[in-house]
């Protein structure tokens, strides 16, 4: 059994996690580059980003009233859609949405004064539980063994293994996919909240067949999409009610609905816009966003969350010293 395939039972401190995946994931994604292009190690390929506007609704309950949902606001939003692992829209991948939202008042936590970021995922949970698991995989993905993660007799990930082959599905647009944050954050300061997040889909258009089947055919999907009406969404939270089945430390666990419901606290609108040209899709390359953008009422929260402040910093600084003009 060969070092990288050690099982990892014992907590291992963050700062050995954060250097370790850091230097791991900077080489992968080193050698991915195409065409001079540093990708990301998840959410790899850019559907695109597009402005839109998060109106957070005046009924929000008392109880929710935190941070970005504290009053009645609209704020200028910025949201990238993208492919997990996938350069094919045709083909099964899990998606991703990340959105940085303009003019947030009070201090940061990490970044910039002003924004605030959400990153989230089109299945309820990540293939890992612990940022241990997260390592093992990076290094076996490293070697070119991502299957012998999953099944490796001495240290078998078989619900990861689960996981990943649920979350990957078909898709004809994004803007008609369920995203979640997987990983939970708090609600307030001092309210002791937990809480997770979801983009709920609500346009009233849908799309029902592919558009110009094939490569690229969910940024088609979204232009055609957008030509005919916007693309709307709910942005809803959900709160931690039961701390043994909703756990903050294990991020495989999907936390119950029938428990506590998703609360919608926002809408999100996208309007018709040129997306798609090619200094809009090199500029969206270029960005990064977070979940530690963020401001103090949304502290991210448990460990798997700790290593991606670090990593997600050292992989983006590697991407935008690469992909320039």
Not at 130 to 144: H, K, N
Not at 221 to 246: C, G, I, N
């Amino acid at each position: 059994m060969a070092a990288g395939d050690a099982i990892m039972n014992a907590e291992m401190p963050i700062a050995e996690l954060v250097a370790e995946m850091g230097q791991r994931i900077a080489a992968i994604i080193s050698d991915e580059a195409e065409e001079g292009v540093v990708p990301r190690f998840n959410q790899a390929k850019t559907l695109g980003c597009l402005r839109g506007e998060f109106r957070v609704h005046q009924d929000v309950p008392a109880e929710l009233r935190h941070g970005i949902f504290a009053e009645a606001k609209t704020y200028p939003a910025m949201l990238r859609f993208a492919n997990a692992t996938s350069r094919d829209d045709a083909e099964k991948d899990a998606r991703g949405l990340s959105i940085r939202l303009s003019g947030a008042r009070g201090p940061v936590l990490w970044g910039e004064e002003g924004f605030q970021d959400f990153v989230l995922n089109s299945y309820p949970a990540l293939f890992v539980a612990t940022p241990e698991d997260f390592l093992g995989f990076i290094r076996a993905r490293q070697a070119d063994r991502k299957l012998w993660f999953f099944l490796n007799p001495f240290n078998p990930h078989l619900k990861s293994f689960w996981i990943a082959f649920k979350s990957r599905q078909k898709h004809l647009c994004p803007f008609d996919v369920r995203f979640w944050s997987t990983t939970p954050y708090k609600l307030g300061e001092d309210s002791g909240q937990v809480v997770k997040y979801s983009v709920i889909p609500c346009s009233d258009y849908q799309t029902t067949q592919a558009e110009n089947p094939g490569r690229d055919q969910l940024r088609a999907a979204m232009r055609a999409h957008l030509r005919r009406e916007p693309a709307k969404f709910h942005f809803a939270v959900q709160l931690q009610t039961e701390p043994a089945s909703m756990p903050i430390e294990d991020a495989s666990v999907i936390w119950d609905e029938t428990l506590s419901p998703f609360q919608i606290v926002a809408t999100i609108t996208i309007e018709d816009q040129d997306f798609a040209d090619e200094d809009t899709m090199a500029a969206c390359e270029r960005r990064s966003f977070n979940p530690w953008q963020s401001l103090a009422a949304h502290e991210p929260l448990g460990r798997m969350n700790l290593v991606r402040r670090e990593v997600y910093a050292h992989a983006a600084a590697l991407r935008t010293s690469n992909n320039r003009e």
